[in-house]
């Protein structure tokens, strides 16, 4: 409340979002519930409609609360365009960056925004991106396009650096990242941020502020490929990777690698090969960046090949077997039902390849039963239908229920010879007693996998 009578006498207290995902819409609720006057613009009418009904049209914790919590206060408003008698001095640009079909970052939707802003822009406004974007767009695509208006405004890119699942948190304690076109506008966005958080960067331009989002995202591909090239080598070497990352970091900060697992998301599938095709404009081919990439994109062939190799030996396995894939979403911690880059899709895809007249089914604690079947899966509800009568049992990503399941219980129920296959080395295979006839195998653990007894 207190910061409310605050931000009454600032200058740049209305603003405009403009794109309602996950960055917009969870933008727009912080900023609301801080006392600004948002109003969020979103092409999509469906969305706009569930939205004008306090209804969050994505799982984030927390989000749905204060959203009704903001439309209550008047302070988020939403529209399918800007209104024609909008009063604010601010626009932040959310919206999408995806890859097109030929590997290239899309600016479409980039340049449509812009125009639409340019459009309504009046003298003295500020304009803030905050998509992620290929290395130089702000300066060479947005920057015309707003010069079209005619009239002098500030111009900075704030990348957003949240992780999804803990948005809200977060866009009130992460430092922000603020680059300034002009000194002016990196001053002026600046103050902004502060009624967030109560750690501003300014950077010397945008191009700083859009190379930090870059390196953010796709070092963290790097460090997870990192552990999934240990994951190689130690099925390699018959050791175990849970081990050697555990054992090796323990009480010794400078080993500080993740654990092993499929690498996905709407962002990390993306943002090392936007990196790269900004670099290789300026004749840099970021070598580490893209052997990081490629090695995350042939992980679900590879296993899925072992896969193939390993179970066509076991004594009885059928010619159709059940499977199913649990943990749909791009990860498990913190929890989301978002399935944008899941690594789901390539691991389903090259199984299907793998056994062509296999029968699927899917669990997700998060995802919704209906978005599962329409990923191709016949969806089940709990752990128990998950592993009944299954031949193989795939864990996907890291959701905590997996790792405190009683999967030797749980075992019990699957058909025999079954294998539970492990990305995520929620158990250690040496620890488990399961029945006979099932085994349990874990990414990068190969070596020490209790295979089905009775196995050829
Ligand atoms: N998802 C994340 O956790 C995350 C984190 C950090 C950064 N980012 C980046 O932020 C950007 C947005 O990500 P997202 O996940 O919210 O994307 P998204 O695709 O979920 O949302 C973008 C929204 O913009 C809308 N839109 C498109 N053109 C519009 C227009 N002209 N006017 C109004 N609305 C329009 C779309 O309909 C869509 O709802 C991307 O560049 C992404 O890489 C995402």
Redesign the pocket.
């Known amino acids: 409340m207190e910061l409310m009578k605050h931000i009454d006498d600032y200058a740049d207290q209305r603003v405009c979002i403009?794109?309602?995902?996950?960055?917009?819409?969870?933008l727009a609720v912080a900023m609301a519930d801080v006392g600004f006057e948002v109003v969020g613009?979103?092409?999509?009418e469906t969305?706009v409609d569930l939205l004008s009904q306090g209804k969050a049209?994505?799982h984030e914790p927390g989000l749905e609360e204060k959203l009704q919590q903001v439309i209550a206060t008047g302070n988020l408003t939403f529209a399918?365009?800007v209104p024609d008698d909008w009063a604010g001095k601010v626009y932040i640009i959310?919206?999408?960056?995806?890859l097109a079909s030929n590997g290239l970052s899309r600016i479409d939707?980039i340049e449509?925004?812009s125009r639409?802003v340019a459009s309504k822009m009046k003298e003295g406004d500020l304009v803030i991106m905050?998509?992620?974007?290929k290395l130089g767009v702000t300066r060479k695509i947005v920057t015309p396009i707003l010069d079209s208006a005619g009239c002098k405004y500030h111009l900075a890119f704030c990348?957003?650096?949240?992780?999804?699942g803990k948005?809200l948190t977060e866009l009130r304690s992460l430092p922000q990242i603020v680059g300034g076109a002009t000194y002016g506008a990196g001053v002026r966005a600046s103050q902004l941020f502060q009624f967030l958080t109560p750690t501003v960067v300014r950077v010397s331009d945008v191009e700083t502020a859009e190379m930090i989002?870059l390196i953010d995202?796709s070092q963290r591909d790097v460090a997870f490929a990192y552990a999934n090239e240990v994951a190689r080598s130690c099925d390699a070497l018959g050791i175990s990777a849970a081990e050697v990352i555990r054992a090796g970091k323990l009480g010794y900060s400078r080993t500080n690698l993740p654990m092993p697992g499929p690498v996905g998301?709407?962002?990390l599938e993306?943002?090392p090969h936007?990196l790269a095709e900004g670099l290789r404009e300026l004749g840099i081919t970021p070598a580490i960046t893209l052997a990081a990439r490629t090695l995350n994109e042939n992980q679900p062939n590879e296993i899925v090949d072992y896969l193939q190799q390993i179970t066509s030996d076991f004594t009885g396995f059928p010619d159709s077997p059940n499977i199913t894939l649990m943990g749909i979403a791009f990860k498990g911690q913190p929890s989301t039902d978002?399935l944008?880059g899941t690594m789901a899709r390539p691991i389903l895809s090259a199984l299907r390849n793998a056994f062509p007249t296999a029968n699927f089914k899917g669990f997700d604690a998060v995802v919704a039963e209906n978005e599962i079947k329409d990923f191709g899966l016949m969806p089940v509800a709990t752990l128990e239908d998950a592993f009944k009568e299954s031949d193989i049992v795939l864990i996907l990503n890291n959701h905590p229920i997996f790792a405190s399941m009683p999967v030797s219980v749980l075992a019990n129920l699957m058909n025999a010879p079954g294998l539970i296959y492990d990305f995520w080395n929620c158990f250690d295979a040496l620890d488990l007693h399961l029945p006979s006839g099932r085994g349990y195998m874990a990414l990068g653990s190969h070596g020490r996998a209790k295979l089905p007894t009775g196995v050829s």
Not at 159 to 164: A, K, S, V
Request: hydrophobic share 30%; with cysteine; aromatic share 4%.
């Open positions: 403009l794109g309602l995902g996950y960055v917009g819409l969870t613009v979103e092409i999509r969305v049209h994505f399918k365009e959310t919206v999408g960056t995806p939707m449509n925004v639409q905050r998509s992620t974007v990348p957003e650096r949240t992780l999804e948005a989002k995202n998301g709407p962002c993306k943002d936007i978002d944008r």
